[in-house]
Protein backbone atom coordinates (compact mmCIF):
# COMPACT_ATOMS: atom_id res chain seq x y z
CA UNK A 1 0.00 0.00 0.00
CA UNK A 2 1.20 3.52 -0.74
CA UNK A 3 2.38 5.36 2.51
CA UNK A 4 3.46 8.59 3.51
CA UNK A 5 5.05 8.13 7.23
CA UNK A 6 5.97 11.42 9.51
CA UNK A 7 7.90 9.95 12.13
CA UNK A 8 7.42 12.55 14.54
CA UNK A 9 4.40 13.30 16.53
CA UNK A 10 5.93 16.47 17.71
CA UNK A 11 9.11 18.26 17.27
CA UNK A 12 9.66 21.35 19.52
CA UNK A 13 12.36 23.67 19.13
CA UNK A 14 13.51 27.18 19.87
CA UNK A 15 13.10 30.21 18.03
CA UNK A 16 15.86 30.99 15.52
CA UNK A 17 17.18 26.97 15.42
CA UNK A 18 17.14 25.04 12.53
CA UNK A 19 13.90 23.10 12.05
CA UNK A 20 13.11 19.65 9.81
CA UNK A 21 10.22 18.04 9.64
CA UNK A 22 10.43 14.99 8.26
CA UNK A 23 8.96 12.97 5.84
CA UNK A 24 9.37 9.59 3.56
CA UNK A 25 6.78 8.11 0.67
CA UNK A 26 6.62 4.43 -0.21
CA UNK A 27 7.87 4.48 -4.12
CA UNK A 28 5.19 3.91 -6.30
CA UNK A 29 6.00 5.80 -9.87
CA UNK A 30 6.77 9.49 -10.06
CA UNK A 31 4.57 10.85 -7.03
CA UNK A 32 4.16 15.00 -6.57
CA UNK A 33 4.86 15.53 -2.75
CA UNK A 34 2.97 18.21 -0.81
CA UNK A 35 3.04 19.93 2.64
CA UNK A 36 0.10 21.27 4.00
CA UNK A 37 -0.12 23.40 7.64
CA UNK A 38 -3.03 24.05 10.11
CA UNK A 39 -2.27 26.95 12.04
CA UNK A 40 -4.06 27.13 15.36
CA UNK A 41 -7.55 27.69 14.83
CA UNK A 42 -7.06 27.76 10.89
CA UNK A 43 -8.22 25.76 8.00
CA UNK A 44 -5.76 23.08 6.59
CA UNK A 45 -3.90 24.95 3.78
CA UNK A 46 -0.99 23.74 1.55
CA UNK A 47 1.98 25.15 2.25
CA UNK A 48 3.75 24.09 -0.34
CA UNK A 49 4.42 21.49 -3.64
CA UNK A 50 7.51 19.98 -4.90
CA UNK A 51 6.56 20.23 -8.44
CA UNK A 52 6.74 23.88 -8.11
CA UNK A 53 10.00 23.99 -6.28
CA UNK A 54 9.02 27.40 -3.96
CA UNK A 55 10.28 28.41 -1.03
CA UNK A 56 6.93 29.71 1.20
CA UNK A 57 7.06 31.06 4.76
CA UNK A 58 10.97 30.69 4.56
CA UNK A 59 10.11 27.01 4.49
CA UNK A 60 12.22 24.27 1.58
CA UNK A 61 11.60 20.76 0.99
CA UNK A 62 13.15 18.52 -1.78
CA UNK A 63 12.41 15.55 -3.01
CA UNK A 64 15.26 13.08 -2.68
CA UNK A 65 13.68 10.18 -4.73
CA UNK A 66 17.13 7.88 -3.38
CA UNK A 67 15.91 8.20 0.13
CA UNK A 68 12.15 8.54 -0.89
CA UNK A 69 12.18 11.66 1.35
CA UNK A 70 10.39 14.87 1.49
CA UNK A 71 11.76 16.41 4.35
CA UNK A 72 10.81 20.33 4.99
CA UNK A 73 13.38 22.53 6.28
CA UNK A 74 13.55 26.53 7.90
CA UNK A 75 16.87 27.83 8.54
CA UNK A 76 15.47 29.79 11.47
CA UNK A 77 11.91 29.23 13.49
CA UNK A 78 9.54 31.34 14.37
CA UNK A 79 7.04 31.47 16.79
CA UNK A 80 4.76 31.58 14.16
CA UNK A 81 5.45 28.36 12.38
CA UNK A 82 4.18 26.73 15.64
CA UNK A 83 1.61 24.65 14.00
CA UNK A 84 0.57 20.84 12.55
CA UNK A 85 2.13 20.01 9.63
CA UNK A 86 0.94 17.22 6.82
CA UNK A 87 3.25 15.45 3.99
CA UNK A 88 1.05 14.34 1.34
CA UNK A 89 1.84 12.73 -1.79
CA UNK A 90 -0.28 11.88 -5.19
CA UNK A 91 -1.43 8.38 -5.86
CA UNK A 92 -2.66 7.57 -8.92
CA UNK A 93 -4.97 4.08 -9.39
CA UNK A 94 -7.87 3.49 -11.43
CA UNK A 95 -7.22 6.68 -13.57
CA UNK A 96 -7.54 8.80 -11.23
CA UNK A 97 -5.18 10.63 -8.78
CA UNK A 98 -5.59 11.56 -5.24
CA UNK A 99 -3.54 12.73 -2.35
CA UNK A 100 -2.35 10.63 0.68
CA UNK A 101 -1.33 12.03 4.15
CA UNK A 102 0.70 11.76 6.88
CA UNK A 103 -0.16 11.32 10.05
CA UNK A 104 1.46 14.91 10.63
CA UNK A 105 3.89 16.54 12.73
CA UNK A 106 3.41 18.86 15.29
CA UNK A 107 5.84 21.65 15.23
CA UNK A 108 6.58 23.65 18.24
CA UNK A 109 8.72 26.84 18.41
CA UNK A 110 9.24 28.42 21.70
CA UNK A 111 10.26 32.05 22.45
CA UNK B 1 -13.61 33.51 -4.71
CA UNK B 2 -15.71 31.77 -1.99
CA UNK B 3 -13.62 28.51 0.10
CA UNK B 4 -14.99 25.23 1.20
CA UNK B 5 -17.76 26.20 3.27
CA UNK B 6 -19.04 23.19 6.22
CA UNK B 7 -21.67 23.24 8.31
CA UNK B 8 -22.93 22.86 11.09
CA UNK B 9 -19.63 24.57 12.62
CA UNK B 10 -20.76 22.09 15.36
CA UNK B 11 -22.76 19.47 16.20
CA UNK B 12 -23.56 17.39 19.18
CA UNK B 13 -25.00 14.16 19.85
CA UNK B 14 -25.86 11.27 21.73
CA UNK B 15 -24.86 8.08 21.26
CA UNK B 16 -27.17 5.44 19.07
CA UNK B 17 -28.27 8.63 16.99
CA UNK B 18 -27.37 9.34 13.56
CA UNK B 19 -25.00 13.01 12.53
CA UNK B 20 -25.37 14.46 8.90
CA UNK B 21 -22.72 16.73 7.99
CA UNK B 22 -22.99 19.35 5.06
CA UNK B 23 -19.75 20.44 2.17
CA UNK B 24 -19.84 22.97 -0.82
CA UNK B 25 -17.01 22.53 -2.62
CA UNK B 26 -14.96 25.61 -4.41
CA UNK B 27 -16.74 26.82 -7.56
CA UNK B 28 -15.38 24.10 -10.66
CA UNK B 29 -14.35 21.91 -8.63
CA UNK B 30 -15.93 18.48 -8.70
CA UNK B 31 -14.42 16.47 -6.39
CA UNK B 32 -14.77 16.36 -2.81
CA UNK B 33 -13.38 14.32 0.33
CA UNK B 34 -14.00 13.68 3.50
CA UNK B 35 -11.57 13.26 6.53
CA UNK B 36 -12.03 12.73 10.62
CA UNK B 37 -8.97 14.58 12.60
CA UNK B 38 -9.30 13.07 16.20
CA UNK B 39 -7.58 14.34 19.01
CA UNK B 40 -3.90 13.03 18.18
CA UNK B 41 -4.45 10.72 15.53
CA UNK B 42 -3.82 13.50 12.44
CA UNK B 43 -5.61 13.29 9.35
CA UNK B 44 -7.41 9.82 8.80
CA UNK B 45 -9.08 9.61 4.96
CA UNK B 46 -12.40 9.13 5.55
CA UNK B 47 -14.07 9.04 1.68
CA UNK B 48 -13.97 10.92 -1.67
CA UNK B 49 -16.44 11.59 -4.23
CA UNK B 50 -16.08 13.12 -7.83
CA UNK B 51 -19.04 13.38 -10.44
CA UNK B 52 -21.68 12.07 -7.87
CA UNK B 53 -19.80 9.20 -7.72
CA UNK B 54 -17.73 7.63 -4.45
CA UNK B 55 -13.97 6.74 -6.07
CA UNK B 56 -12.45 5.27 -2.90
CA UNK B 57 -12.98 5.12 0.69
CA UNK B 58 -10.68 5.15 3.80
CA UNK B 59 -10.60 2.29 6.39
CA UNK B 60 -14.07 3.20 8.27
CA UNK B 61 -17.00 1.10 8.50
CA UNK B 62 -20.22 1.25 6.65
CA UNK B 63 -21.67 3.14 8.65
CA UNK B 64 -19.53 6.01 7.63
CA UNK B 65 -21.20 6.85 4.57
CA UNK B 66 -22.04 9.76 2.50
CA UNK B 67 -23.06 11.45 -1.68
CA UNK B 68 -22.34 13.95 -3.52
CA UNK B 69 -25.04 15.86 -5.30
CA UNK B 70 -25.29 17.18 -8.79
CA UNK B 71 -23.96 20.37 -7.58
CA UNK B 72 -21.25 19.14 -6.37
CA UNK B 73 -21.82 19.35 -2.90
CA UNK B 74 -21.82 16.36 -0.87
CA UNK B 75 -23.06 15.17 2.64
CA UNK B 76 -21.48 12.74 5.24
CA UNK B 77 -23.33 10.36 7.46
CA UNK B 78 -22.58 8.65 10.64
CA UNK B 79 -24.74 6.31 11.75
CA UNK B 80 -25.04 4.30 15.25
CA UNK B 81 -22.57 7.27 16.78
CA UNK B 82 -20.17 6.17 18.95
CA UNK B 83 -18.42 8.47 21.96
CA UNK B 84 -15.24 7.20 19.49
CA UNK B 85 -16.73 9.34 16.57
CA UNK B 86 -16.15 12.67 18.25
CA UNK B 87 -13.40 14.38 15.98
CA UNK B 88 -13.16 17.19 13.92
CA UNK B 89 -14.82 16.35 10.33
CA UNK B 90 -13.10 18.18 7.44
CA UNK B 91 -14.03 18.43 4.00
CA UNK B 92 -11.66 19.25 0.87
CA UNK B 93 -12.40 19.54 -3.24
CA UNK B 94 -10.16 19.95 -5.87
CA UNK B 95 -10.55 19.77 -9.37
CA UNK B 96 -11.18 16.34 -11.38
CA UNK B 97 -8.29 14.73 -11.04
CA UNK B 98 -7.66 13.35 -14.16
CA UNK B 99 -4.22 15.20 -14.52
CA UNK B 100 -1.51 15.48 -12.45
CA UNK B 101 -1.03 18.75 -10.61
CA UNK B 102 -4.88 19.04 -9.98
CA UNK B 103 -4.86 17.30 -6.62
CA UNK B 104 -4.35 20.20 -5.14
CA UNK B 105 -6.82 20.02 -2.03
CA UNK B 106 -8.41 23.10 -0.54
CA UNK B 107 -10.14 22.49 2.90
CA UNK B 108 -13.22 23.65 4.83
CA UNK B 109 -12.97 24.89 8.66
CA UNK B 110 -14.38 21.71 9.38
CA UNK B 111 -17.90 20.56 11.85
CA UNK B 112 -16.56 19.54 15.12
CA UNK B 113 -19.03 16.56 16.50
CA UNK B 114 -18.92 15.64 19.69
CA UNK B 115 -20.94 12.92 20.90
CA UNK B 116 -22.14 12.09 24.50
Known amino acids: AQRVTQPEKLLSVFKGAPVELKCNYS??????LFWYVQYSRQRLQLLLR??SRESIKGFTADLNKGETSFHLKKPFAQEEDSAMYYC?????????????FGAGTRLAVHP | EAGVTQSPTHLIKTRGQQATLRCSPI?????VYWYQQALGLGLQFLLWYDEGEERNRGNFPPRFSGRQFPNYSSELNVNALLLGDSALYLC???????????????FGPGTRLLVL
Open chain 1, 27 to 32: YSGSPE
Open chain 2, 92 to 106: ASSFGQVSVGQETQY
Open chain 1, 50 to 51: HI
Open chain 2, 27 to 31: SGHTS
Open chain 1, 88 to 100: ARSSFSGGYNKLI
